[in-house]
């Protein structure tokens, strides 16, 4: 028996190394393929009980795994959506095939790295035909709540490179100093105008004029200004109007003392703030708190509006899109805005060894990984975060050459050395046939 087992010893060690080899050719030819993962041979003996005095050779076995844990370094790329994962997690993916053919209900795979850019329908794809998963935001931007142990609510990620945007107008914030010398007895009582644009809900330039007329009294100064606010969207419609009065006291001279409402939203001594009613909705005007300087004033002797803060945009064309660190997809505009549109959360496994391997660098949850959790880029459990997202980068193949080099090397030698053992054992077979002769 003990010849018979030398022989069959030889022919797993053949076998086990054969199957070494395998993986180290697979490695060394995907040494340049970025997100690629090593495999690894492992030998385990295996050992048969023994009878008597005589030793039964028992042989080898391998198993292999691909160390999907393990990260390659990130280089940097010239494209905003090259995307790879520092740290833990991966990132969801499906196939075109599923994108156009599941209805909804694509299957998620995995990956942790991928160049992708918006193909004719404009979704985020690879070349390889993979697609990029996220969450939608809502139009102000922001993410909904959503299951985070499904992929349910996961959509392809699509841009729409033709897509416009803009944004109403919904706060004013004005800075004017009003001339002190037009509200006295001997003034002309000439009104000082100005014009403020904004921009309505169809991203189209409106704009508010103002007028502030002084009240012009008998002797001394009546430090009295009439506000009047119209709206050209509502075809000079007056919109507000407001009497001011100013302190002329030492220590808080020039500031606001009191507004009266004569027409429009009411004012807020305490924020500054007054509402107006224009074509497309209200727009909140804010000319300053009672007592401060940060709004209207009565200075000097000269009209000067030092500032108008407002918020809105015109209507701007898409130029570009990028992903943060968070996995937040934000579409650029050529007015100067971006939007949050998609999410792009990060897959987390108990066991993401267990992962089953699949083409082009991506994997399939089993009950080995156990079940995942989408965490948003950085968060994760205490002490075990997950990663970030970064852009304009791709991850690199794990793979050292010169290691599997060095393994093949080895390889080689056990190979050759198992072929010598069956050699030997051949002739001992070969003498054992000629004593009978």
Request: aromatic letters at 6%.
């Amino acid at each position: 028996m003990s010849i018979s087992s030398s022989l069959n010893s030889g022919v797993a060690g053949l076998m086990s190394n054969a199957t070494r080899l395998a993986t180290i050719s697979d490695n060394i030819a995907n040494s340049s393929t970025y997100g690629y993962k090593r495999v690894q041979t492992d030998f385990h003996s295996m050992v048969i009980s023994q009878v008597g005095g005589s030793y039964s050779a028992g042989g080898v076995r391998t198993t292999t795994q691909r160390l999907i844990d393990q990260k390659g370094a990130l280089v940097s790329t010239s494209n905003p959506t090259d995307l790879a994962v520092s740290g833990r997690g991966m990132l969801p993916v499906t196939t075109m095939n599923e994108v156009e053919n599941a209805n909804g209900a694509e299957q998620l795979y995995l990956t942790s790295t991928g160049s992708f850019r918006t193909n004719a329908e404009g979704y985020l794809t690879t070349e390889s035909g993979l697609a990029l998963l996220g969450w939608p935001a809502l139009p102000d931007g922001t993410i909904p709540t959503y299951p985070r142990d499904s992929s349910n609510a996961l959509e392809p990620v699509q841009i729409n490179l033709n897509q416009f945007s803009g944004e109403a107008t919904t706060e004013i914030s004005l800075g004017v100093n009003l001339p002190a010398t037009a509200t006295g007895a001997t003034s002309a009582g000439t009104p000082s105008e100005m014009s403020v644009e904004y921009y309505d809900n169809l991203g189209t330039s409106q704009s508010l004029n103002i007028e502030f007329t002084p009240t012009i009294p008998v002797s001394g100064s009546s430090n009295e200004w009439t506000m009047v606010i119209t709206d050209s969207a509502s075809a000079g419609a007056i919109v507000g109007e407001y009497t001011l009065e100013f302190d002329d006291s030492r220590t808080t001279g020039g500031s606001l003392l009191n507004v009266t409402t004569i027409s429009g939203g009411a004012y807020d001594a305490l924020t500054g703030g007054l509402i107006v009613n224009v074509a497309g909705g209200p727009v909140e005007i804010n000319i300053g708190a009672v007592g401060t300087s940060d709004g209207l004033t009565q200075l000097s002797d000269s009209f000067a509006p030092v500032a108008v803060i407002k918020d809105g945009y015109p209507v701007g064309n898409l130029t570009s899109v990028e992903v943060d660190g968070n996995g937040l997809v934000h579409a650029y505009f050529d007015t100067g805005i971006n939007r949050t549109i998609y999410q792009i959360p990060l897959v987390d496994f108990p066991n993401v060894n267990g992962l089953a391997a699949g083409s082009q660098q991506t994997y399939l949850p089993t009950p080995d990984s156990g079940s995942f959790f989408l965490w948003d880029a950085g968060d994760g459990t205490l002490g075990n975060p997950t990663g970030s997202i970064s852009s304009f980068a791709l991850e690199e193949s794990t793979t050292d050459v010169a290691e599997e080099l060095t393994s093949m090397i080895e390889t080689q030698r056990a190979y050759s050395s198992n072929a010598k053992v069956i050699q030997t054992v051949d002739e001992m077979l070969q003498e054992t046939t000629n004593i009978k002769r």
